[in-house]
Nanobody
Framework: QVQLVESGGGLVQTGGPLRCSCA??????????MGWFRQAPGQDREFVAA????????YYGDSVKGRFTISRDNAKNTVYLQMNSLKPDDTAVYYC?????????????????WGQGTQVTVSS
């Protein structure tokens, strides 16, 4: 069972930045596509961003395009989500997810291992 560990969530004011990190086991991480999802209370888990094994190909949900950036550092076995121009609607628990292989899914059911989530709260 691969265990991902997120960090970096917290409370931020509208318009501010925040960066979340996700650490993963090295042997699996370097060969995996990685993604970020979020879930607000009472809502489905929503796709936020994903990247391929090298970070050279990235994909974003419509609601975060132009504001969020996914990146990874394979030397540190870590994937990042840089969030800028945050809005109250971005408030949610943010989850990191991974899937071994070259394909980069954008739906939650295709990811095979997950982190425990980190809370991001944007105050108005």
């Amino acid at each position: 069972q691969v265990q991902l560990v997120e960090s970096g969530g917290g409370l931020v004011q509208t318009g501010g930045p925040l960066r979340c990190s996700c650490a993963a086991p090295g042997r699996t991480f370097r060969d995996s596509a990685m993604g970020w999802f979020r879930q607000a209370p009472g809502q489905d888990r929503e796709f936020v961003a994903a990247c391929n094994w090298s970070g050279g190909s990235t994909y974003y949900g419509d609601s975060v395009k132009g504001r969020f950036t996914i990146s990874r550092d394979n030397a540190k076995n870590t994937v990042y989500l840089q969030m800028n121009s945050l809005k109250p609607d971005d408030t949610a628990v943010y989850y990191c997810a991974g899937r071994w292989g070259r394909w980069v899914p954008t739906t939650r059911l295709e990811y095979t291992y997950w982190g425990q989530g980190t809370q991001v709260t944007v105050s108005s």
